[in-house]
């Protein structure tokens, strides 16, 4: 091999938009692009980076350093993984070794060994678990192991099939390679319970998506519109057992980690193959070990939260997103990517279906749809004879509330506990109240490092602050007027809680939020505990709309639905229909109906005329007009540049100097850029923000100027005064 072709190219998890050659020297073997290598960086520092390329360099050799250690002998990221997450940087202009850093679970990120210990419990595969016994005539010991997994659903482990024969080896692997038994590693794999309860026959609408997704031939996006509990998951486990069958791996992303045991376990009563699950709070040791054994093609199915969508899937057949609307799918923070986005350009490139499932699609997906991009596949019923709630509106300009509860609303929840069923009152505030006040002369407790007032917390008598957790004791005098007269104004869930356990001195109340459920497993706990029936009312912020399943809560009441109707999002619209609507359908799951009731001071604001109409197409109708009016997505594609600092006055002269910047090199006049502006919440942590909105009604030029522009920008010398980023498809313009 000549010298020069004994240079490679490496992504390294650092914020440099930008690869590094390094030679490989002549004693180590040539690692293949995909692989990990640990190379020296800075002075006396090494880092494992990964391969992106054998490729001749453009520097002079001997200005090259040499990689110290290869640490795959084959790549741990596929050809298809690396060029997804190349595309992924160059999207998103994130530097390609921080988006590589967020696909590796953290083990193989710090450069250990890819490797899994070997497989230790073994199970039928569908088509193993099918075959006539009569096919293991001349092979008796096969015959022995098969009957045995065939009795255990959970599998078997190597010493258990150990004690049928001495030869078990070769008979499970005489199975395995005919496909129908499979192995996998106990530790992060669970098979769990699988139950042999037949699946329901499939309503007409449930049958007809099967069908459309599993005969689609390669890639095909389809938007699977259910109202809640219309048997949307029932699709899915149906389209999965297709892509099974076919000897398949399939995907599917949720977007919180609560409702992964819930569906993890509908999928183990379902499937005997095994489920990889994949989020943030599992061990470094379980991530690691799922993510390779999906990446061996070892386990046919894979479930997570976000970054699941980078587990490499050898044989992949098919990728769910369920509630493709929550904004949990794109990143916040650092690789501020779209789940969604990424899994549908994923599905593209593999030539596989993708089904993005919700009962309030975002708009995006709804426009696509329009534009004939995507395929609408609707479950317009409940499934199970469920009917769908009744929605009903309480006009708070005409009725007293007390506590934040109306008398209506109180009613209904005497009647529905005396009844035996369960509330859910929906507040999407935490605390006690929002409003710390002195009554003498009006001042309200502020944080002292936001543009925020305190929430006041009564189980702990504190003042905390819910944008940068500030956290202070009560003043016992008004800084203001020295008066004594300190009150809450205004009510939170812990407010909500207390004035019910006053109300209903004998129900069983349950507050759900960030505060109540703090430690790990809590939250999973506590909805288990309601599930068996250890709760009349329930009193929870918007973690308890997402995807639970309470089959007994008949009502539900949401407090404060205009909290949401003016925010200063143009997608705050949007979001509160979405989480109305999820809410919802939390009530009368099951056999007995169920009844919402939304307080409102807006009761004939367009919002609210669709949601008791329980139309969301007629609201996303009104908003997409809207949204095409004023131009905002999806009629256009956005890119925020945010900036903060702690001095006053930085973020924006350095946003002013981007965007004199971007003028100069202004590919088209398509592009629109918006003036420099402070955020919404302008101080926030001690820090200035502004953030400078650019936006398009195409997607091409929007691109061009970004790169260009980016590179522009971190040569400002203003760039190293304050902290930047950029938010290619921000979901919050604030
Ligand atoms: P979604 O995912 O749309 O909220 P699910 O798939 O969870 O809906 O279905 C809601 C309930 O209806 C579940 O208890 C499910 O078992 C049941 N179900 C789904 N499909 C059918 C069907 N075809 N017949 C009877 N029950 C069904
Ligand atoms: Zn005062
Ligand atoms: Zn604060």
Same mark, same amino acid.
């Given at each position: 091999?000549?010298?020069?072709?004994?240079?490679?190219?490496i992504?390294?998890?650092?914020?440099?938009?930008?690869?590094?050659?390094?030679?490989?020297?002549?004693?180590?073997?040539? #690692?293949?692009?995909?692989?990990?290598?640990?190379?020296?960086?800075?002075?006396?520092?090494?880092?494992?980076?990964?391969?992106?390329?054998?490729?001749?360099?453009?520097?002079?050799?001997?200005?090259l350093?040499?990689?110290?250690?290869?640490?795959?002998?084959?790549?741990?990221?596929?050809?298809?993984?690396?060029?997804?997450l190349?595309?992924?940087?160059?999207?998103?202009?994130?530097?390609?070794?921080?988006?590589?850093?967020?696909?590796? =679970?953290?083990?193989?990120?710090?450069?250990?060994?890819?490797?899994?210990?070997?497989?230790?419990?073994?199970?039928?595969?569908?088509?193993?678990?099918?075959?006539?016994?009569?096919?293991?005539? *001349?092979?008796?010991?096969?015959?022995?192991?098969?009957?045995?997994?065939?009795?255990?659903?959970?599998?078997?482990?190597?010493?258990?099939?150990?004690?049928?024969?001495?030869?078990?080896?070769?008979?499970?692997?005489?199975?395995?390679?005919?496909?129908?038994?499979?192995?996998?590693?106990?530790?992060?794999?669970?098979?769990?319970?699988?139950l042999?309860t037949?699946?329901?026959?499939?309503?007409?609408?449930?049958?007809?998506?099967?069908?459309?997704?599993?005969?689609?031939?390669?890639?095909?996006?389809?938007?699977?519109?259910?109202?809640?509990?219309?048997?949307?998951?029932?699709?899915?486990?149906?389209?999965?057992?297709?892509?099974?069958?076919?000897?398949?791996?399939?995907?599917?992303?949720?977007?919180?980690?609560?409702?992964? #045991?819930?569906?993890?376990?509908?999928?183990?009563?379902?499937? *005997?193959? =095994?489920?990889?699950?994949?989020?943030?709070?599992?061990?470094?040791?379980? *991530?690691?070990?799922?993510?390779?054994?999906?990446?061996?093609?070892?386990?046919?199915?894979?479930?997570?939260?976000?970054?699941?969508?980078f587990?490499?899937?050898?044989?992949?057949?098919v990728?769910?997103?369920d509630?493709e609307?929550?904004?949990?799918?794109?990143?916040?923070?650092?690789f501020?990517?779209?789940?969604?986005?990424?899994?549908?350009?994923?599905?593209?490139r593999?030539?596989?279906?993708?089904?993005?499932?919700?009962?309030t699609?975002s708009?995006?997906?709804?426009?696509?749809?329009?534009?004939?991009?995507?395929?609408?596949?609707?479950?317009?019923?409940?499934?199970g004879?469920?009917a769908?709630?009744?929605?009903?509106?309480?006009?708070?300009?005409r009725?007293?509330?007390?506590?934040?509860?109306?008398?209506?609303?109180?009613?209904?929840?005497?009647?529905?506990?005396?009844?035996?069923?369960?509330?859910?009152?929906?507040?999407?505030?935490?605390?006690?109240?929002?409003?710390?006040?002195?009554?003498?002369?009006?001042w309200?407790?502020?944080?002292q490092?936001?543009?925020?007032?305190?929430?006041?917390?009564?189980?702990?008598?504190?003042?905390?602050?819910?944008?940068?957790?500030?956290?202070?004791?009560?003043?016992?005098?008004?800084?203001?007027?020295?008066?004594?007269?300190?009150?809450?104004?205004g009510?939170?869930?812990?407010?909500?809680?207390?004035?019910?356990?006053q109300?209903?001195?004998?129900?069983?109340?349950?507050?759900?939020?960030?505060?109540s459920?703090?430690?790990?497993?809590?939250?999973?706990?506590?909805?288990?505990?309601?599930?068996?029936?250890?709760?009349?009312?329930?009193?929870?912020?918007?973690?308890?709309s997402?995807?639970?399943?309470?089959?007994?809560?008949?009502?539900?009441?949401?407090?404060?639905?205009?909290?949401?109707?003016?925010?200063?999002?143009?997608?705050?619209?949007?979001?509160?229909?979405?989480?109305?609507?999820?809410?919802?359908?939390?009530a009368?799951?099951?056999?007995?109906?169920?009844?919402?009731?939304?307080?409102?001071?807006?009761?004939?604001?367009?919002?609210?005329?669709?949601?008791?109409?329980?139309?969301?197409?007629?609201?996303?109708?009104?908003?997409?007009?809207?949204?095409?009016?004023?131009?905002?997505?999806?009629?256009?594609?956005?890119?925020?540049?945010?900036?903060?600092?702690?001095?006053?006055?930085?973020?924006?002269?350095?946003l002013?100097?981007?965007?004199?910047?971007?003028?100069?090199?202004?590919?088209?006049?398509?592009v629109?850029?918006?003036?420099?502006?402070?955020?919404?919440?302008?101080?926030?942590?001690?820090?200035?923000?502004?953030?400078?909105?650019?936006?398009?009604?195409?997607?091409?030029p929007?691109?061009a100027?970004?790169?260009?522009?980016?590179?522009?920008?971190?040569?400002?010398?203003?760039?190293?005064?304050?902290r930047?980023?950029?938010?290619?498809? =921000?979901?919050?313009?604030?």
């Open positions: 091999m000549s010298a020069a072709a004994r240079t490679i190219q992504a390294i998890p650092a914020p440099l938009r930008k690869s590094f050659d390094y030679l490989v020297p002549a004693d180590l073997p040539m #690692p293949a692009p995909g692989a990990r290598v640990r190379v020296p960086f800075g002075p006396r520092r090494t880092v494992v980076g990964v391969v992106l390329a054998v490729a001749a360099s453009a520097m002079p050799l001997r200005q350093k040499p990689i110290v250690e290869v640490l795959d002998d084959q790549p741990l990221l596929p050809p298809s993984m690396l060029q997804l190349c595309w992924a940087a160059d999207y998103y202009h994130h530097p390609i070794g921080e988006v590589i850093a967020t696909a590796l =679970p953290a083990r193989l990120r710090r450069g250990e060994p890819a490797n899994t210990g070997g497989a230790s419990v073994w199970t039928l595969t569908a088509e193993g678990a099918a075959v006539d016994d009569a096919v293991f005539k *001349r092979a008796l010991i096969q015959q022995r192991v098969w009957r045995a997994l065939k009795e255990a659903a959970a599998g078997l482990d190597d010493d258990t099939l150990a004690e049928l024969s001495p030869r078990w080896r070769a008979a499970i692997d005489g199975l395995a390679a005919k496909g129908w038994a499979s192995g996998y590693q106990r530790e992060c794999l669970e098979a769990g319970e699988h042999q037949p699946p329901p026959s499939m309503t007409a609408a449930q049958t007809a998506a099967v069908d459309a997704v599993v005969s689609a031939n390669g890639f095909r996006p389809f938007l699977l519109h259910g109202v809640t509990g219309s048997g949307k998951t029932e699709v899915y486990l149906r389209v999965i057992d297709e892509v099974l069958r076919r000897g398949q791996q399939a995907l599917v992303l949720v977007p919180e980690i609560s409702l992964t #045991p819930q569906l993890a376990a509908r999928f183990r009563a379902r499937f *005997r193959e =095994p489920v990889a699950v994949l989020h943030s709070e599992m061990t470094d040791a379980e *991530r690691a070990c799922a993510w390779l054994m999906a990446h061996h093609g070892k386990v046919p199915i894979v479930l997570g939260t976000r970054s699941a969508v587990t490499p899937l050898p044989k992949l057949g990728i769910v997103v509630e609307h929550d904004a949990s799918y794109k990143q916040q923070d650092g501020r990517y779209s789940a969604r986005d990424v899994a549908m350009l994923r599905a593209n593999a030539g596989v279906p993708i089904v993005l499932g919700s009962a699609p708009l995006e997906t709804l426009q696509r749809v329009r534009a004939g991009a995507y395929t609408e596949l609707d479950l317009p019923d409940r499934a004879g469920a769908m709630p009744t929605i009903e509106l309480l006009d708070l300009r009725l007293a509330i007390d506590d934040g509860l109306s008398h209506p609303l109180r009613t209904a929840i005497s009647e529905t506990v005396s009844r035996g069923e369960q509330v859910l009152l929906f507040l999407n505030r935490r605390g006690f109240a929002p409003v710390w006040m002195c009554y003498g002369c009006g309200v407790a502020p944080c490092r936001c543009d925020a007032r305190l929430t006041y917390h009564r189980a702990s008598s504190r003042l905390r602050c819910h944008h940068c957790g500030a956290d202070s004791a009560l003043p016992a005098t008004c800084p203001g007027c020295r008066g004594t007269e300190l009150n809450a104004l009510e939170g869930t812990e407010r909500i809680e207390t004035a019910l356990k109300m209903f001195a004998t129900a069983r109340i349950v507050r759900i939020d960030r505060d459920v703090r430690a790990k497993g809590a939250l999973e706990a506590t909805l288990e505990s309601v599930h068996d029936g250890h709760a009349d009312i329930l009193v929870g912020t918007q973690m308890l997402k995807g639970h399943d309470f089959p007994n809560v008949t009502l539900v009441g949401v407090l404060n639905a205009d909290q949401g109707l003016y925010g200063s999002d143009f997608r705050a619209g949007e979001r509160l229909v979405q989480q109305i609507i999820q809410v919802s359908g939390r009368g799951r099951a056999a007995k109906a169920g009844r919402v009731l939304i307080q409102t001071y807006h009761p004939d604001h367009p919002v609210f005329t669709a949601l008791r109409q329980q139309n969301y197409q007629q609201f996303a109708d009104y908003a997409l007009t809207e949204r095409g009016e004023t131009g905002f997505p999806p009629f256009s594609h956005l890119a925020l540049l945010r900036a903060e600092s702690p001095a006053i006055g930085a973020a924006l002269a350095f002013r100097h981007a965007h004199a910047l971007a003028r100069a090199c202004m590919p088209a006049a398509e629109q850029l918006m003036d420099p502006m402070p955020s919404p919440m302008e101080r926030r942590a001690g820090r200035y923000r502004a953030q400078l909105l650019v936006q398009s009604r195409t997607r091409a929007l691109h100027l970004l790169s260009d522009w980016l590179e522009r920008i971190s040569a400002l010398k203003e760039a190293k005064r304050v930047w980023s950029l938010d290619v498809d =921000p979901i919050d313009t604030y």
